[in-house]
């Protein structure tokens, strides 16, 4: 169990990193894109301000 | 060779040139203190574990259709380069501190001064077991970028080669310096490879997700200008705000 739990928080902290927050928004925007684009809205322009805002709300916070 | 290409050969190669940098000053620091033969060992059994993972890897990726392949590199090079460019970020405006590979080779020599000796298979067992796991986990970040650059542009053996041949700068640069490599400007060379991974994540993951880019591959261009602007005015602004809030007096 001991190991398992290691296992998992190895890959949490490879994937994830110090803030979940950043891979949450990055999902939720990659999840928005792949919605929009499949309903007839060419959206080449949320990741890039989804992944701006995000950073800029991570460092902020980070820097508090 | 196309814009898209270079990038992924600059990107493997800084990747892993920033990595072995890392893996090479834990190696150092055993090696020096408990001799040569066990963490050489290690380094050995940790790059086939590596070389096995991208051989096993990489032709797998390739029966993934282009689409979804694309769309979960972008993800996962969207949540690797984010955290390299937030380390960059938060290091070049000074809210955290710089890393030194002095400090950090005197630290993993004076731990490895302290342990105790433990033979097993004819080997210092903490030495090759250090080894082994520092160069295996730099290593495997490494592994992921070079999977996952190369099989998403088509181009897995432009990226190993340019991994490999960053193993074989830092190697030969450590032979020659006898120590670690603290001038490499790492914190930059992070910056630079925090913002193509996260903007070939960009790129791939709307792709993947079945965005057509206006421009095709120039949006990469266009997108990697956005991020490293954006980062510039972060570092500013933080840089700002950090010596607004150091009290009245203070040196810098």
């Known amino acids: 169990m001991r190991y398992l739990r290691a ?32 309903n007839g809205v060419n959206a080449w322009w949320l990741l890039p301000l989804a992944v701006g805002t995000v950073l800029a709300g991570s460092v902020w916070r980070a820097a508090r | 060779m196309s814009t898209s290409s270079v990038l992924v050969l600059l990107g493997a190669f800084s ?53 979804t392949l694309r769309f979960v590199v972008g993800a996962l090079l969207l949540a690797f380069g984010m955290q390299w460019l937030r380390k960059a970020i938060l290091r070049s405006s000074g809210y955290t501190s710089m890393r030194d590979e002095d400090e950090a080779f005197r630290r993993e020599r004076a731990e490895a001064a302290s342990a105790p000796s433990e033979r097993k298979a004819g080997l210092d067992w903490y030495a090759f077991t250090v080894a082994f796991k520092g160069v295996l986990l730099e290593g495997l970040e490494v592994v992921f970028i070079v999977i996952s650059f190369g099989s998403a542009q088509g181009r ?58 206006p421009g095709d591959e120039l949006s990469l261009l266009a997108v990697l200008g956005f991020l490293g602007a954006l980062s510039f005015v972060l570092v500013r602004l933080l840089r700002r705000q950090r010596l607004a809030l150091r009290p009245s007096g203070a040196e810098a």
Do not use: Q
Request: negative net charge.
């Open chain 2, 156 to 213: 897995l053996g432009l990226a190993a080669a340019g991994a490999a041949a960053a193993v074989v700068h830092v190697t030969a640069a450590g032979v020659l310096v006898r120590g670690p490599l603290e001038r490499v400007p790492e914190t930059a060379i992070k910056f630079a490879v925090g913002l193509l991974l996260t903007s070939f994540g960009c790129f791939w993951g709307a792709e993947g997700a079945g965005v057509d880019w």
């Open chain 2, 15 to 67: 990747a892993s040139a920033v990595e072995m940098v890392e893996a090479l000053t834990i190696v150092l620091g055993v090696g020096v203190v408990r001799g040569w033969r066990s963490p050489l060992i290690g380094v050995g059994a940790a790059t086939i574990v590596l070389a096995a993972l991208v051989a096993a890897l990489g032709p797998a990726l390739g029966s993934v259709p282009i689409g």
């Open chain 1, 7 to 38: 296992f998992a928080l190895f890959w949490w902290d490879f994937i994830v990193g110090d803030d979940w927050r950043v891979a949450a928004g990055l999902a939720l925007a990659l999840g928005l894109t792949y919605l929009l684009t499949h």
